[in-house]
């Protein structure tokens, strides 16, 4: 990951664009995590295209840690797919669980 943003090789995939603007983030944002986060989980299978997805996590500049999930296209090919922050996940977690039928 840290090869393909050094040659610019990365492509921001629209659903990942949204995402990191509902996070009131930027580029700068997501950069800074991409290139001092860590993965903590072994890669998954995507489902719908049979590639391997990454999440790399790590503290945006304003504090606010944020996971990034991307999957490589080739070697030398980073494709963003999604980004959001441990509070936007727990939020979304306790939505389901408030949903659920006990």
């Known amino acids: 990951m840290r090869e393909c943003l050094a040659r610019g090789r990365v492509i921001l995939g ?40 990454y999440r790399v996590e790590g503290y945006e500049p304003g504090g606010k840690w944020l996971a990034i999930v991307f999957s490589f296209k080739s070697a030398d090919v980073a494709f ?14 306790e939505g389901h669980e408030k949903g659920r039928v006990q």
């Not at 629209?14 to 509902?22: K, T």
């Not at 963003?80 to 977690?93: H, N, P, Q, V, Y």
């Open 14 to 53: 629209s659903h990942f664009r949204r995402e990191l603007a509902a996070e009131d983030l930027d580029l700068v944002d997501a950069w800074q995590v991409l290139r001092s986060g860590n993965i903590y989980a072994e890669p998954e299978p995507d489902i719908k295209t049979g590639e391997w997805k």
């Open 80 to 93: 963003l797919i999604t980004t959001f922050s441990l509070e936007a996940k727990r939020r979304k977690d």
